[in-house]
């Protein structure tokens, strides 16, 4: 029996995200479109220890296990539509460039390859931080904010997703600049706070110095706290004081494989989901005129421009 991916009346589809971190990797099945039920995972997510050490090889075969287990669940969307991934590293045109987190094989890898090739499926790979801020700012706490955006994920390091009226600027590496005379993420990341036992004021000092500094860089209009971190956004948010809004993410840690499935929809062949929702209501429409020219019919008429002017809706909707 087919998967059924798309429903043409609601404009709802679902597709697989997965999220590879240092320590685990976790995937679901997430419903994208637009609405209140869109933007979550359909099921439960399934988590699988990271591999140690983290080499190219060993990942991909965990990912698989992972996909083939989302691929056997009732709900699991067709196997031709791509799967999004997101990694702890700056990807640029499918290809690693850095492994602070991961096994420094990874450097150079060409990660859309690697992992198209373990799943047999087309794949689209995106720094996880970047994932994490697309789904806030499409469906989280950053929806329907103009202006510039910025997204920092405070975990075993930190990362930043930038946005502009939405539209993301990839590969922003703020955990690297300097606090305090040292590399950031090694003062103001999460870790960095349970390593040296900091209590919360303690820590909110410098989360203070790393935010203000970096509010002077973008002067940003609202500013998303993501990770683990944004569970407990009011043991430390009440103590900062920013000109921008600051606020704890939406989504908390289902972010990243909400974000990784909406990278690969949208910038993966010229989105193909979407060209298949525009084919699906054209075709309606071509047999509602077929049916008008057969019959003559009033109601074949009527039907045929209904159809007709879902499709002229639908193709606005996705150009």
Same mark, same amino acid.
């Given at each position: 029996?087919?998967?059924?991916?798309?429903?043409?009346?609601?404009?709802?589809?679902?597709?697989?995200?997965?999220?590879?971190?240092?320590?685990?990797?976790?995937?679901?099945?997430?419903?994208?479109?637009?609405?209140?039920?869109?933007?979550?995972?359909?099921?439960?997510?399934?988590?699988?220890?990271?591999?140690?050490?983290?080499?190219?090889?060993?990942?991909?075969?965990?990912?698989?296990?992972?996909?083939?287990?989302?691929?056997?669940?009732?709900?699991?969307?067709?196997?031709?539509?791509?799967?999004?991934?997101?990694?702890?590293?700056?990807?640029?045109?499918?290809?690693?460039?850095?492994?602070?987190?991961?096994?420094?094989?990874?450097?150079?890898?060409?990660?859309?390859?690697?992992?198209?090739?373990?799943?047999?499926?087309?794949?689209?790979?995106?720094?996880?931080?970047?994932?994490?801020?697309?789904?806030?700012?499409?469906?989280?706490?950053?929806?329907?904010?103009?202006?510039?955006?910025?997204?920092?994920?405070?975990?075993?390091?930190?990362?930043?997703? @930038?946005?502009?009226?939405?539209?993301?600027?990839?590969?922003?590496? @703020?955990?690297?600049?300097?606090?305090?005379?040292?590399?950031?993420?090694?003062?103001?990341?999460?870790?960095?706070?349970?390593?040296?036992?900091?209590?919360?004021?303690?820590?909110?000092?410098?989360?203070?110095?790393?935010?203000?500094?970096?509010?002077?860089?973008?002067?940003?209009?609202?500013?998303?706290?993501?990770?683990?971190?944004?569970?407990?956004?009011?043991?430390?948010?009440?103590?900062?004081?920013?000109?921008?809004?600051?606020?704890?993410?939406?989504?908390?840690?289902?972010?990243?494989?909400?974000?990784?499935?909406?990278?690969?929809?949208?910038?993966?062949?010229?989105?193909?989901?979407?060209?298949?929702?525009?084919?699906?209501?054209?075709?309606?429409?071509?047999?509602?005129?077929?049916?008008?020219?057969?019959?003559?019919?009033?109601?074949?008429?009527?039907?045929?421009?209904?159809?007709?002017?879902?499709?002229?809706?639908?193709?606005?909707?996705?150009?």
């Amino acid at each position: 029996m087919a998967k059924k991916t798309t429903d043409p009346a609601s404009g709802l589809f679902t597709t697989l995200g997965v999220d590879v971190g240092g320590t685990g990797m976790k995937g679901g099945i997430v419903q994208l479109g637009e609405g209140p039920k869109t933007g979550r995972l359909v099921g439960e997510r399934f988590r699988v220890p990271t591999p140690q050490p983290a080499r190219p090889e060993a990942v991909a075969g965990v990912l698989s296990q992972i996909v083939d287990e989302l691929d056997a669940r009732p709900d699991a969307p067709s196997r031709s539509l791509p799967v999004g991934i997101d990694f702890p590293a700056v990807i640029h045109q499918g290809i690693c460039l850095t492994a602070t987190n991961m096994d420094p094989s990874w450097i150079g890898t060409e990660v859309d390859e690697l992992f198209s090739e373990a799943l047999k499926r087309p794949v689209s790979t995106v720094n996880d931080a970047d994932a994490a801020g697309l789904a806030e700012v499409r469906y989280g706490a950053g929806a329907g904010v103009q202006g510039t955006v910025l997204v920092i994920t405070l975990g075993t390091g930190i990362g930043a997703g @930038l946005f502009r009226d939405g539209e993301l600027v990839p590969n922003l590496e @703020l955990g690297t600049i300097e606090l305090d005379g040292a590399v950031a993420e090694t003062r103001a990341s999460a870790a960095a706070r349970e390593r040296e036992g900091l209590d919360w004021p303690a820590y909110a000092e410098r989360l203070q110095r790393y935010f203000s500094y970096v509010e002077r860089i973008f002067y940003p209009d609202l500013i998303i706290v993501g990770g683990g971190i944004s569970k407990r956004p009011d043991d430390y948010l009440p103590l900062l004081d920013l000109r921008a809004p600051i606020v704890p993410a939406a989504l908390k840690n289902n972010a990243g494989i909400v974000g990784a499935a909406l990278w690969a929809t949208d910038a993966l062949a010229g989105t193909a989901t979407r060209q298949a929702l525009l084919g699906t209501a054209r075709k309606a429409a071509d047999r509602a005129m077929a049916k008008q020219s057969v019959d003559g019919s009033d109601s074949g008429k009527d039907t045929g421009q209904a159809v007709r002017k879902a499709a002229k809706k639908a193709v606005k909707k996705a150009t």
